[in-house]
Structures are given as structure tokens and as C-alpha cells.
């Protein structure tokens, strides 16, 4: 599975954005997927995750109400939904991929992950 992450971009703070994941790979729709942030200075934290269904989803509380994940596995795509964005969400987001059928919850526990994007909110 290879993961081609899309939709960088700067922001204002109270604006929205949305990144797109696209993979390639015929497992995709069994993979369960999540997305991280890196700050910089920071560790890598686990933002939202979805099982390989849809069914479950998890969301780091810093993200609840804000964030959304979804995927459309007629277009082998995850996207993440982000509204009201604070200066704190800066980070580079990657999405990632799980043979788990999730939610996944740690790092090791993804098998495959995008090249990262760039999210910046400015104040």
C-alpha cells in the first residue's frame, strides 16, 4: 500500500481545511487508517483513527468537535476534516495505514504512512 497525502495548506485561526490520502493498493479497504501530527520540537501523536469499515473512530481530545475522519473506499481515500482550527494544530499530518481492522492506536501498529503535509494556523 502506498499512501499520497494532499491538501497543505495555511489557515487562519478559526478556519477549516481538509487533507486527502489517497492509496494505491487493492488491500486498502481492509487496512484500518489513522492520522498523526508532528509539531515541531514535538513527538508524533496519533490525531484520529477509523477502523477498516468506518465503523469505529477515535479522536484525540484535543481534536474532538473539531476534527472528522472519514473514508471512501470506492476511492480507496481517507480525508480528514478539520474545522476551527486553532495555532496549535500546526504540524505536518501524515495519514497511515494498519493491517489491523482497528482503530489503531499506536505507531507501531501502522504499517504504511504518507509523506506528510504541511498544516500551518496562523493567529
Known amino acids: 500500500v502506498q499512501l499520497q497525502a494532499s491538501g497543505e495548506g495555511l489557515v487562519q485561526a478559526g478556519g477549516s481545511l481538509r487533507l486527502s490520502c489517497a492509496a494505491c493498493?487493492?488491500?486498502?479497504?481492509?487496512?484500518?487508517l489513522g492520522w498523526f501530527r508532528q509539531a515541531p520540537g514535538k513527538e508524533r501523536e496519533l490525531v484520529t483513527a477509523?477502523?477498516?469499515?468506518?465503523?469505529?473512530?477515535y479522536y484525540a481530545d484535543s481534536v474532538k468537535g473539531r476534527f472528522t475522519i472519514s473514508r471512501d473506499s470506492a476511492r480507496n481515500t481517507v480525508y480528514l476534516q478539520m474545522n476551527s482550527l486553532k495555532p496549535e494544530d500546526t504540524a505536518v499530518y501524515y495519514c497511515?495505514?494498519?493491517?489491523?481492522?482497528?482503530?489503531?492506536?499506536?505507531?507501531?501498529?501502522?504499517?504504511?504512512w504518507g509523506q506528510g503535509t504541511q498544516v500551518t494556523v496562523s493567529s
Open positions: 497511515a495505514a494498519s493491517r489491523y481492522s482497528g482503530p489503531a492506536y499506536y505507531q507501531y501498529d501502522y504499517d504504511y
Open positions: 493498493g487493492r488491500l486498502f479497504s481492509s487496512y484500518a
Open positions: 477509523i477502523s477498516w469499515n468506518g465503523g469505529s473512530t
